[in-house]
């Protein structure tokens, strides 16, 4: 969701001061309007890394979408287009259904698609199961393969696992102060543009339940506490993702930042300055 430009806040995207201290790629580059993919990303991001290392310099890639670095590290398939009957009668079947029992249709074919897709995500759901209709396969099966675009001696990583109740309530922290650091106001100018509510920037966790505010249909605070709900069902997606999918990755289970970073030197002591 960082890639959207005017989402900073709601996003948690880099500040001013980060912007300053080193430059930053791939970070509100793109227009609400527009639709952008893992391999969308992953061309673009690709693109990116090749300059920096033209320049002799080292990447970080940051962020809490594991498919994207699913995508960098062990390669994106590409995926059989869908003819566009199978597409709509997906979606029939999504209307007629409703969420929970298509939600379930999918578990059984696809059970990592359905777990890692968030709820209200209409798009991605109807796009995992049109592509098992027209293909016989999971997505999540399809996703994996291609070339990886890092070579596996070319990077090292590491996943910020720390405990759940702490990062819990300091989600829950940073909603409020997202509130009054202006989410509001970027919630307002994005729902003024009436743009299709299927659009892969209005799924960002705050902007339905912030927007239900601005409408006058709920309080500040029942939106708040709503957002902060999503936002601790998100994490935890995120964990069981790490725990299933980054096997190997050594874990930072510190809070601070200075002991965070006194972890990782130890994960990779070549780095100790």
């Known amino acids: 969701m960082q890639l959207y430009a005017g989402l900073a ?7 001013a001061a980060d912007l300053a201290r080193a430059p930053h790629h791939l970070f509100g580059i793109a227009d609400p309007a527009d639709r952008w993919s893992t391999g969308r990303w992953l061309r673009a991001a690709v693109e990116v890394l090749a300059d920096i290392q033209g320049r002799g310099r080292d990447a970080i890639v940051v962020g809490g979408t594991g498919l994207y670095f699913r995508a960098l590290t062990l390669g994106l398939a590409e995926i059989p287009p869908v003819p566009p009957f199978v597409r709509r009668a997906t979606e029939i079947d999504f209307d007629t259904l409703g ?18 897709i968030a709820p209200g995500d209409r798009q991605r759901l109807v796009r995992a199961w049109e592509v ?18 890092l070579t596996p001696d070319s990077w090292t990583a590491v996943a910020l696992a720390p405990p759940r109740e702490a990062l819990y309530a300091r989600s ?38 912030f927007a239900a505010h601005l409408a006058g249909e709920t309080s500040l605070e029942t939106a708040v506490s709503a957002a902060q709900q999503e936002t601790r069902r998100y994490a935890k997606r995120q964990m069981t ?3 299933g999918q ?20 130890a994960l990779n002591p070549v780095l100790t300055p």
């Open 9 to 15: 806040v709601l996003t948690a995207g880099p500040a």
């Open 99 to 116: 969420e929970p029992a298509f939600r379930d249709r999918l578990a059984r074919a696809d059970p990592a698609a359905a777990n890692r």
């Open 132 to 149: 098992y209709a027209a293909t016989g396969k999971a997505i999540s099966e399809l996703q994996v393969g291609g070339a990886p675009a």
């Open 172 to 209: 829950d922290a940073r909603l409020v102060a997202m509130a009054k650091a202006g989410a509001l106001a970027e919630v307002a100018a994005l729902t003024a543009r009436n743009l299709d509510p299927d659009l892969p920037a209005l799924k960002a966790v705050g902007v339905r339940e």
């Open 241 to 243: 993702w790490v725990r």
């Open 246 to 265: 980054m096997v190997g990755w050594p874990r930072i289970t510190a809070l601070e930042h200075g002991d965070q970073w006194r972890q990782f030197i």
